[in-house]
């Protein structure tokens, strides 16, 4: 079946068979920061945004994108340059494999939550693995992330 | 010149972190050709069978399928995929393809296609007549039972490591210092428990991946996401029983190893399909084959006696270690090892030790190498008995081990005989005890509400680099304009050494940071290093690097003087210049670098290689504080406090999160991962399903601290960071439990159905 959709910001049209998951077609199409990290929707590295919201690409049907707006990584890299460079201050990208799903949900998260608890943060983010880090020096690099952008609008 | 302490110490970000967080495609399958075929691999559905018959004729008839092989096809050269240096310890046993299946996910064929659809399709094709065979899967019943897993007379055993195929055996011995029987006798308590630590997966988030493509010479280039490039080379030459001339191994970006990927667990796959057909190959592990077909932790059950006086002094540890190796024998002969050889020294002044172990094989998935080493398991061990001792002492655990804990200066008779030159471990725990509050805290508070909160201790150790046997190396060219190339033969697996070690080679040329390229591993173009295992990076390839810029340094001023028609005894090097001492003239280290490019007989290339007659331990403390629900066992871990003792912390945030995330692997360890075998031999956590590894929400708040010693055989003081951390939580963690509960949990994990369990039997 053919289905046309726009994937960050650009319009693409492509045939897709039925069984055809959003995570393998959006890495045909170039994004290569969409990473499988398990097949059960359990560890957050493919998520991407559909119509701006935080869905697991290898729990998604191609299909279910027609008509709709993808965003992954690729998309957003001045937002992911400066979410990464809190994460690589705090030396918490580590292997930096799970990195790029979890900053899809950091945007997510900011754009649905305002000042977010340190509790909220990691009930938000508890879809999203990470075997290297143990997480910690990810909740320091979102928190002054998050603290940073509301210095820079207070200020 | 004087070296700089500029970068050392220094928490600067690693070199390739903007690429990684803004997913870049860095990694294997991100640079794979898109003409790779698909391989996949069929699995055997049994325990222990003989394939009596496989047809293939009908799946090789779907569209798309290039090439199925099956036993009749692969070289019957037995070989091993450890990857260790050779002459490997662990057993030749494997082949690619075998009649013989030992578990339920052993290779049976391998199919490549030009697309997944058509590779699906031909698995699902090929039929195989199966003599299914009776398995053995009680590892407590394998020693000397009557089914053999390795009957074949190909069978091989390339080192002294007591293994025995007609016995179940990889690996069996005894290693003692003293009378410990005559010891224990003596004492006035005798702790005497066993403790049963399961497998772990690794659980990277880049399961195991490779490509293959033939270069224009005829030879076979394997790209891997492996931690032991140079091993690779020679496990492939030897499984496609080629010349290792002919193969080459290119390290991409890793999406983490923790040992897993020290096992050459999927390379062998594409590369036959590429050696065979000429045509490039990829496979790509799903999780569900990275569970059920991998390399995980040994499980292990550990006999523990330990001896101590009425006033607390350790006087003898008697340990037995039986482990279990699975189908077959990848890192059998040498993690057991550290279940005895990493703990027993903590208490190095014991009078007595005796540490005796059992290796076997069995019909379930193959053990490897996971983060910890046998350590984990053999610290699991005496680290919970030192803390029942304590109870049954009425004594607080932290003074016990100030009592008995290594010191500084010590000798470890369990450590080869080792002294322990840099030992902070003293410090960790007076750390770690002002961190937790610990006198306020233990044993245990009832908080008034059905709950009660408690804490635990436990010590750990590692080595640094396997002695007497690793090689680390690194090269270093000055180019054009004065910058340097760092050719590593380390792998960083996400663990930052391309970075750390350019850390150290900056100090050393008294450089920036950004002046130093690093080049990752090309067994064509690096130099030769035994990989990233072993906690042996920072500390051995460390060495290297300091050992290669001292010898780059003399090439420089040996150049420089020339150039100034000087002496080399006239001129010093400061980072920048060659310069006489007398302030006469100077030539800078641009200048050099441009001018060496025309009329020059002097490659200002050095390569040096470090290996070590010693492995100082790294030390730590660890201590948990727990909340247990009385009514039903549930167990939520509040608070982990640790303090490292890792030498000099060559960049403190690379290892801080090391630490933080080497601790919440301990954790999912103590308290969640566990891998459990239906009746008829089949792994149940087969997805993150089952097999739940803690999130976010499950690790409580871990708080790291360093306590440094100087480590006067290691690169600016330097010891290893990458294991040590894995080692305190379960034993940690069972302790607090006991302290709320009275229930040991002498078994892994930790779950509320076992404390419960035992809170019942208890009352």
């Known amino acids: 079946m053919e289905i046309q959709l726009t994937l960050n910001g650009k319009a693409v049209k492509d045939q897709v068979g039925a069984d055809t ?114 997480y910690m020096g990810q909740m320091r690099a979102i928190g002054n992330y998050l603290n940073r952008k509301g210095e820079e609008q207070n200020g | 010149m004087d070296r700089t302490v500029r970068y050392v110490g220094s928490p600067v970000p690693k070199k390739d972190s903007m690429a990684l967080v803004t997913g870049k495609p860095v990694y294997t399958d991100d640079i794979a050709p898109a003409d790779c075929l698909v391989v996949k691999v069929l699995r055997s559905p049994y325990a222990h069978a003989l394939i009596d018959e496989i047809h293939t004729e009908t799946a090789g008839k779907v569209p798309g399928i290039v090439s199925i092989l099956t036993w009749k096809d692969v070289p019957k050269k037995r070989f091993t995929m450890a990857g260790q240096t050779y002459p490997e310890p662990s057993p030749y046993d494997r082949l690619i393809l075998d009649r013989r299946v030992r578990f339920v996910g052993d290779a049976v064929a391998i199919v490549a296609g030009e697309t997944e659809e058509a590779v699906d399709k031909a698995l699902k094709l090929i039929k195989v007549n199966y003599q299914v065979l009776t398995p053995v899967l009680d590892f407590r019943t394998a020693k000397d039972n009557e089914i053999l897993v390795h009957p074949e007379d190909t069978w091989q055993s390339l080192c002294p490591v007591g293994a025995d195929n007609r ?303 690793d090689v680390g190396s690194v090269t270093l060219k000055l180019n054009d304009d004065g910058f340097y190339s760092l050719m590593i033969g380390a792998a960083d697996m996400g663990t930052g050494c391309d970075t750390t070690l350019a850390q150290i080679a900056a100090d050393c040329l008294c450089c920036d940071l950004d002046n130093i390229i690093v080049h990752g591993v090309d067994t064509d173009v690096s130099p030769y290093d035994s990989g990233s295992y072993a906690s042996s990076t920072a500390y051995l390839t460390g060495g290297a690097v300091v050992k290669t810029c001292d010898t780059m340094i003399k090439k420089i001023m040996e150049k420089g003087a020339e150039y100034l028609g000087a002496s080399m005894e006239e001129v010093d090097f400061d980072g920048k210049r060659v310069y006489c001492l007398d302030g006469s003239r100077e030539i800078s280290l641009r200048d050099i670098g441009n001018q060496a490019m025309c009329n020059n007989g002097l490659a200002l290339e050095a390569t040096e290689s470090n290996t070590s007659p010693v492995s100082p331990p790294p030390f730590m403390v660890g201590m948990a504080e727990v909340e247990v629900d009385m009514e039903t066992g549930k167990t939520e871990l509040l608070d982990y406090v640790a303090v490292v003792d890792c030498g000099t912390p060559l960049n403190p945030n690379i290892a801080r999160v090391q630490t933080e995330g080497g601790l919440s692997q301990g954790i999912g360890m103590a308290m969640y991962e566990d891998v459990t075998y239906s009746a008829q031999g089949r792994v149940l956590e087969d997805s993150f399903m089952q097999y739940k590894i803690p999130t976010r929400q499950d690790v409580g708040t871990i708080r790291v601290e360093f306590e440094s010693s100087y480590e006067k055989t290691g690169p600016f003081g330097a010891k290893s960071i990458g294991e040590v951390v894995i080692n305190t939580p379960s034993p940690a963690i069972a302790s607090a439990v006991a302290h709320a509960t009275g229930v040991y949990v002498r078994e892994l994990p930790i779950t509320p159905e076992k404390i419960y369990k035992g809170m019942v039997e208890h009352s």
């Open chain 2, 167 to 469: 016995r179940n055996l990889v690996a069996s011995g005894v290693d003692s210092h003293g009378d410990v029987d005559a010891v224990l006798a003596g004492c006035d308590y005798v702790i005497e428990e066993t403790y049963h630590t399961k497998a772990n997966q690794q659980a990277m988030m880049e399961t195991f991946r490779t490509f293959t493509t033939m270069d224009p010479y005829g030879r076979l280039v394997v790209t891997a996401s492996t931690q032991v490039p140079f091993h690779v080379r020679r496990i492939i030459a030897h499984a496609l029983d080629i010349p290792k001339a002919k193969v080459r191994v290119i390290k991409p970006r890793i999406g983490g190893g923790f040992g897993a990927k020290q096992t050459v667990v999927a390379e062998v796959y594409p590369a036959i399909v590429t050696w065979l057909t000429g045509r490039p190959a990829k496979i790509i592990y799903s999780r569900y084959e990275s569970q059920i077909a991998s390399s995980p932790r040994h499980e292990m059950e550990l006999k523990v006696r330990l001896g101590a006086d009425k006033n607390g002094i350790i006087k003898a540890i008697d340990l037995y270690t039986l482990s279990n190796s699975g189908a077959f024998g990848e890192h059998g002969p040498t993690t057991v090892g550290l279940s005895g050889h990493k703990s027993i020294p903590l208490y190095a002044k014991a009078e007595a030790f005796r540490f005796a172990y059992d290796v076997v094989y069995t019909n379930r998935m193959s053990a490897g190498a996971y983060r910890g080493y046998g350590a984990t398991q053999g610290l699991f061990a005496v680290e919970s008995a030192v803390n029942e001792l304590a109870d049954r002492l009425h004594m607080d655990p932290v003074k016990l081990r100030e009592l008995n804990m290594v010191r500084e200066g010590d000798v470890m008779p369990a450590y080869y005989g080792e002294t322990a030159g840099s030992c902070a471990l003293d410090r960790c725990m007076a750390r770690a005890k002002e961190m937790m509050d610990w006198d306020k805290k233990f044993p245990a508070r009832d908080m008034g509400n059905g709950k009660v909160r408690a804490v635990g201790v436990a010590m750990s150790m590692q080595g640094s680099a396997i002695s007497g046997v």
């Open chain 1, 21 to 134: 998951l959003l995570l393998d077609f959006v890495r045909k199409h170039g994004c290569y920061s969409v990473k499988r990290g398990c097949e059960t929707s359990n560890c957050g590295l493919c998520t991407v945004l559909l119509d701006g919201k935080p869905v697991l690409s290898c729990s998604t049907l191609a299909a279910r994108a027609d008509g709709c707006s993808v965003t992954t990584l690729e998309g957003v890299q001045e937002k992911a340059e400066a979410i990464g460079r809190f994460l690589a201050g705090e030396g918490a990208e580590q292997c930096g494999f799970c990195s790029p799903g979890l900053i899809m949900n950091v945007i997510a998260m900011e754009q649905e939550l305002s000042e977010p608890s340190e509790e909220e943060i990691r009930e938000y983010l508890a879809g999203n693995l990470c075997r290297c880090t143990g």
